[in-house]
C-alpha cells in the first residue's frame, strides 16, 4: 500500500496555515477512502500481529513484518495485545501502510502466551472484514503463536520467508538455508512468519494517523500460567537488531574467555553473538546463540571469532553485509563466506585488535 502523498497546489498556498492543514486533511481521508474500496475490490486483507514489552514498545521485528504484509494488495491491520497495548498502539498509529489498529488491553495476552493470543488472532480473524492473510515475525513470540492460530483455523503455516512472490506464493530457505524454496499454498487463510532481516522495516510517517479501535471480548481458557523469566541485562545493542555483531565460539575455551568476546563488543559498540557450540559448554547465556536453532542475524558487520562455520550457525549470520573470521585453522569452513578473514590465534589478535581500536 502507498503512502497517501502530500499535494501542493496554488489553493493550498494561498490559505493561512489552519486551511492548509485542514484540505491536507480532507484530500488524505479522500485518498484513504478510495484506496480502501480499491482494497476491498481485490478482495485481500492483512493481519499482523504486533507484540507489545511491557514498556510499551514495540518488538523491531514487527516493523518488518508489516513491511512484508505491505506487499499484499489490500489493507494492513496491525493487531497490539496486553498491558501496555494502548501506549504501543500510539506507536503504531504512526506508521505507514497501516489502515487501523487493533487494541486488546488485557494483562491476560502479556508474555504472549500462545493460549490466549492465538485465540484472540482468530477472533479477529472472524470479525475483521476480509482477512486473508496474518502475518507476524519469526521471532520466539511469532514461533509460539503462529502454529496455534495455523492449527485452530486448519490451515498450513508457511514459516519463515524471505520474500513475497504473490499474494498466495512465498520465498522461504530449507535445509538450513542451503535450499530456497518457492512455495505456494492453496489455504483461504495464509498464517506466515517472516524472517525480519529480508524485510526494511516499515517506516514513520509525520503525516501518518492510523486510527485504532478496541478488540472485542475474547474468552480464553487458562491452558497456562505465566511464573517468572529470567532475563539477562545489558547496554549493549539487541542482538536481533543491531548493526555490529561480534560472536565468539567453542576456541574461546572458558566462561573467563569469553569475555574477550565482551570487550571486543563494548570497543565496537556491538551486540555479542555466540555459536552454539559456546552456548552448550556454558561460556555464555543461550539467548545469545546464533543460528538455525538461536537468532537470525543480518548486520552490518558480523566478526565470527573462534567459530569454525558449521552449517546451521551460518544459517543464522550468512546474510550479513560483512562478515569477519578470526580463526586458526586456514580450512575452517567460515572463510568460505568471510568477506575478511584472519588466521592465527584468537589469544593473541584479540588483545592486538582492541590495542589498534
Known amino acids: 500500500m502507498l503512502a497517501p502523498l502530500r499535494v501542493r497546489t496554488p489553493l493550498l498556498r494561498a490559505h493561512h496555515a489552519f486551511g492548509r492543514m485542514y484540505t491536507y486533511q480532507q484530500q488524505q481521508q479522500q485518498q484513504q477512502q478510495q484506496q480502501q474500496q480499491q482494497h476491498q475490490r481485490c478482495g485481500l486483507a492483512s493481519l499482523v500481529y504486533v507484540e507489545a514489552r511491557a514498556d510499551g514498545k514495540i518488538d523491531d521485528g514487527a516493523l518488518n513484518a508489516i513491511s512484508a504484509a505491505r506487499k499484499i494488495p489490500g489493507p494492513v491491520t496491525a493487531v497490539v495485545a496486553g498491558t501496555a497495548a494502548d501506549v504501543a498502539a500510539r506507536a503504531l498509529a504512526k506508521i505507514e501502510g497501516l489502515s487501523k489498529v487493533v487494541v486488546a488491553k488485557d494483562a491476560k495476552y502479556d508474555h504472549a502466551l500462545p493460549e490466549t493470543n492465538a485465540s484472540l488472532l482468530k477472533a479477529l480473524q472472524g470479525t475483521e472484514d476480509g482477512i486473508t492473510h496474518v502475518f507476524a515475525p519469526h521471532s520466539a513470540a ?181 562478515i569477519v573470521a578470526i580463526n586458526k585453522d586456514a580450512d575452517a569452513p567460515i572463510f568460505q563466506i568471510a568477506d575478511y578473514g584472519l588466521v592465527g590465534d584468537l589469544f593473541t589478535i584479540i588483545p592486538e585488535l582492541k590495542e589498534k581500536l
Not at 206 to 228: F, G
Not at 245 to 259: E, H, L, N, P, Y
Not at 282 to 307: E, K
Open 142 to 322: 511469532g514461533k509460539n503463536i503462529m502454529p496455534r492460530l495455523a492449527a485452530l483455523l486448519d490451515a498450513q503455516q508457511v514459516s519463515d520467508i524471505t520474500a513475497v512472490e504473490a499474494e498466495d506464493t512465498f520465498v522461504r530457505p530449507v535445509y538450513a538455508g542451503n535450499a530456497i524454496a518457492t512455495v505456494r499454498t492453496s489455504d483461504p487463510i495464509k498464517i506466515v512468519t517472516v524472517r525480519t532481516s529480508a524485510f526494511p522495516a516499515a517506516s514513520t510517517g509525520a503525516a501518518a494517523d492510523v486510527p485504532a479501535e478496541s478488540a472485542p471480548p475474547v474468552e480464553t481458557a487458562p491452558l497456562s500460567t505465566w511464573i517468572k523469566e529470567d532475563v539477562a541485562k545489558s547496554d549493549r545493542p539487541d542482538l536481533s537488531s543491531a548493526k555490529r555483531v561480534v560472536s565468539g565460539g567453542r576456541a574461546v575455551k572458558s566462561t573467563d574467555g569469553f569475555k574477550m568476546i565482551y570487550d571486543l563488543a563494548d570497543k565496537l559498540g556491538a551486540a555479542v553473538g555466540a555459536s552454539r557450540a559456546a552456548v552448550d559448554a556454558g561460556y555464555c547465556d543461550n539467548s545469545l546463540q546464533v543460528g538455525q536453532t538461536g537468532r537470525i542475524v543480518a548486520p552490518d558487520l558480523y566478526v565470527a571469532i573462534g567459530i569454525s562455520g558449521a552449517i546451521q550457525h551460518l544459517a543464522g549470520m550468512k546474510d550479513s553485509r560483512v
